[in-house]
């Protein structure tokens, strides 16, 4: 009897992370070319209307199979966060111990999917911020127990999208931050310490602030809050948090979940180009030179039914005090100032440029090390093989 044998083989493969790497650059070098034949439409559009047309077909042909190309690469690099969360499960099991402490550990929103690249710099961050929560945040059972709280702490971490973005919030159920005892270091630090107390307490995001005395295994180890803030802002994200004295602390990170392609808006300031991410921007507008005002050497514009601060980035980028006569001299089409607004740990500010450009999706190119700065997020290159600096915008003027 002849015995029938078939093979079986996986559904899936594994691919070296180098590999994907190098197709995910040749898709980049794909964009570029895509931005360069979009230039060059325009300029087409001068010479022959019915050219300009025929090679519009083709143009749009091409973006949607350069932009389905893009997106299915990015898929493939995309792991589940949940991977880096269930991690945490033995480091508080063992710390908790060390503290003599009883603390429970959930997670929500494991199967958001991020960038590895975005997931492997979360680590230390992350990390960071449970090892404070088990030692500053979380009490041990018998202070629990005098407060009326469950003998057992709970550190949760919650992961969701909105608005594009990644949200990762790290949430106990300890003694809270205390805005007190915030305002007597800063005090002693020589802090501005006129600042209500929802302001005061990012204060621990600054080098070298502590508000524990004495260096523990657990966290105080030369890693602080600053170093997390600025891990954050290298991914082009950002990280806020409230507190409750008596209640507990969140910590919530916003992060892009990719970060080799961007939308964003060109524009000018002088006769250079940059470019703002989108991911900061709350809105693009255009505003009357009659509505800005000179007010104690600041600048505030009307937006909203509002006065919000305006910061001239020209001024910025020359390193000089902004001259609000220069500013009203200043040419703009209709009178109408470009400016965007970010919001910034909930107050509105605006950046005034020069003019807009347009709105586009941008490779990201990084920066050589003597280049690189924190309000600096990359580089890109236009299809007329310009090369343009992406900022920041909350890195410039904060």
Do not use: C, W
């Not at 806020?240 to 892009?256: A, D, H, N, Q, Y």
């Amino acid at each position: 009897m002849e015995i029938q044998y078939k093979p079986e083989f996986s559904d899936t493969i594994r691919i070296d992370i180098e590999k994907l790497n190098n197709i995910m650059n040749l898709v980049g070098e794909l964009i570029t070319l895509k931005t360069t034949t979009s230039f060059l439409l325009k300029k087409l559009s001068n010479i022959s209307t019915e050219l300009h047309h025929e090679y519009k077909k083709i143009f749009q042909n091409l973006e949607k199979v350069t932009t389905d190309l893009q997106n299915q690469m990015r898929t493939l690099k995309m792991i589940p966060i949940k991977e880096l969360f269930y991690k945490y499960k033995r480091l508080i099991r063992e710390l908790s111990k060390v503290q003599n402490k009883e603390i429970d550990f959930e997670i929500s929103g494991g199967d958001i999917e991020v960038d590895r690249f975005i997931l492997e710099r979360l680590s230390d961050p992350l990390t960071h911020l449970i090892r404070n929560a088990i030692d500053h945040g979380i009490e041990t059972v018998s202070e629990r127990i005098k407060t009326g709280k469950p003998e057992k702490g709970l550190i949760k971490i919650n992961a969701y999208y909105e608005s594009g973005y990644v949200f990762i919030e790290i949430i106990d159920d300890g003694k809270g931050i205390d805005p007190t005892k915030i305002r007597e270091i800063a005090k002693e630090k020589g802090l501005n310490i006129d600042l209500p107390d929802e302001e005061i307490i990012y204060y621990i995001f600054e080098p070298g602030f502590s508000t524990k005395g004495n260096v523990t295994e657990i966290s105080g180890r030369g890693i602080g809050m600053d170093v997390v803030k600025n891990n954050i802002e290298a991914l082009n994200g950002s990280v806020s948090l409230k507190t409750e004295r008596g209640k507990g602390t969140k910590f919530v990170l916003k992060i892009p979940n990719t970060v080799s392609v961007i939308n964003g808006i060109l524009f000018f300031v002088g006769k250079e180009k940059y470019i703002f991410p989108f991911e900061e921007i709350k809105q693009v507008v255009k505003i009357n030179k009659k509505k800005l005002h000179n007010f104690s050497n600041m600048l505030f514009v009307e937006y909203n039914d509002d006065l919000i601060p305006v910061y001239d980035l020209k001024s910025i980028l020359e390193n000089k005090k902004y001259d609000f006569e220069d500013i009203v001299q200043r040419k703009y089409e209709f009178d109408l100032m470009p400016m965007v607004v970010i919001n910034k740990y909930g107050d509105d500010i605006s950046i005034l440029l020069d003019k807009f450009v347009e709105e586009n999706e941008f490779l990201v190119k990084p920066l050589p090390d003597y280049l690189k700065h924190e309000y600096i997020f990359g580089s890109t290159i236009l299809g007329n093989g310009e090369i343009v600096l992406i900022f920041k915008p909350s890195g410039l003027v904060l």
